[in-house]
């Protein structure tokens, strides 16, 4: 057991070392000391994330844990998932970092970032509800897909799912991490389909090494091992269901301590850390404090005296301010006055404005109505004119005829007269010409 206080780069080199000499190659290796609040057996935590390997049990054990902690969210998003935050403890079960990280991202106003884990966006999306486990069902297709493959899905990789050795017919798995990963969220399978895909799995597979061991400290000595095609009993399959949901129940809770218990103790690792700068920061400022009084000890002694000289000199003062103070407070009350004089005058002129504005409107109105009448009027003079124009043309037109009939009557007068002197002349003509 490591103790408190031991924690280094050393012991992490150590701790890769023993965990790729028992369990498999090793990707990272994380070791912390939590400085408070829990016994010194429990102070340092060790996580480990292994290089994927191709044992279809451990494929499915982990694919299980997976699905347990998405089904305990219920479709609150786990859209930050990745493979890095997959974690496995010493027992080969699984520990995920970061839970609800993306809420706290969001309250924070940090944009998304696209990565491989980011389901399709759609033109068309479903209500939000239904679209957070379809988000979530892509994420643990995307990990599946990782934990078989060891590399993230892309157009190169898609033969690779085939790969898997996994004695269960291929098939199934395969179609499973493909439903995972549609592109269509309607057409993702629900958290309650994947478990019972991967439990009858899980039964068809053998244990992980060290699950019967584990199995018989809870629930007594394991029954005799039937090989994998034959059907499982009821009584191995109860308590095959009744481990597994231990197990789960028994990480979550760990998980939730270890949660709570890292950011307890880097709140209070944070604050105790300004409290010992603020107190430092005190402790010096109070020292340097300290020496200057005792270095100025008789000037401080002379400033004293000083100030009792001073203070009779203040006290005139105060009595000459207080009398100051009279005088402005005189001085406040008549500019008040003269403010209420001035409110005064000042509301008579906004009436007074009010009422020309008023009569402005009313001359405005009249205004108009006159321009109206005297478009109205104008209208009238033009068509009297038309008619008068119309009137001379009709007087002009008769003074010429009138003319010419004058002309005609005085032409036949003078013919009158022309024939009535030549009859007069002429008897004898003008009786033959009768």
Known sequence: ???????????????????????????????????????????VRIFVEFVHESDAAKVVHIALDILHVITYCNGCGLGHLTSRKVLLDAGGNVKLLGLFQRDILDTAGVPNVITPYSPPLLQQPPPADAIAMADDMFVFGVLLWEVCCGELPTVELHHRIAQVSVRHPQTEFESLVRRCLDETPGNRPQPSEVCDTLLKLQMSLPLLAGAEAAVAMRFGAVEARQS?????????????????????????????????????????????????TGKENERLEMHAQVVAALAQKDEVEQA???????????????????????????????????????????????????????????????????????????????????????????????????????????????????????????????????
């Open 228 to 276: 994998p095609t034959a059907a499982p009993g009821p009584t191995v399959v109860a308590r095959r269901l009744e481990a597994v949901e231990a197990q789960v129940l028994e990480e979550q809770r760990n998980f939730d301590v270890v949660v709570g218990q890292l950011e307890f103790a880097n709140t209070e690792i944070a604050t105790l850390n300004g409290l010992l």
């Open 304 to 434: 004293m005296r000083d100030a009792i000289d001073a203070r009779d000199k203040w006290a005139h003062q105060v009595k000459t301010l207080e009398h100051q103070v009279a005088t402005l407070n005189a001085r406040n009350q008549s500019q008040l006055n003269d403010m209420q004089h001035c409110k005064r005058e000042y509301d008579h002129m906004r009436e007074s404005v009010q009422a020309i504005e008023q009569e402005r409107v009313e001359m405005a109105q009249h205004l108009a109505a006159t321009e109206d009448a005297m478009a109205k009027e104008k209208a009238l003079s033009d068509e009297l004119n038309a008619r008068w124009q119309q009137t001379i043309k009709r007087v002009e037109d008769e003074r010429r005829l009138r003319d010419k009939a004058e002309r005609v009557v005085a032409e036949v007068r003078d013919q009158n007269k022309a024939h009535i002197s030549k009859v007069e002349k002429h008897p004898t003509d003008a009786h033959g010409f009768a």
């Open 1 to 43: 057991m490591v103790a408190p206080g031991d924690v280094d780069d050393d012991l992490n080199d150590e701790v890769r070392e023993e965990c790729e000499g028992k369990y498999g190659p090793v990707a990272q290796c994380i070791v912390f000391e939590v400085p408070f609040r829990v016994p010194p057996e429990e102070a």
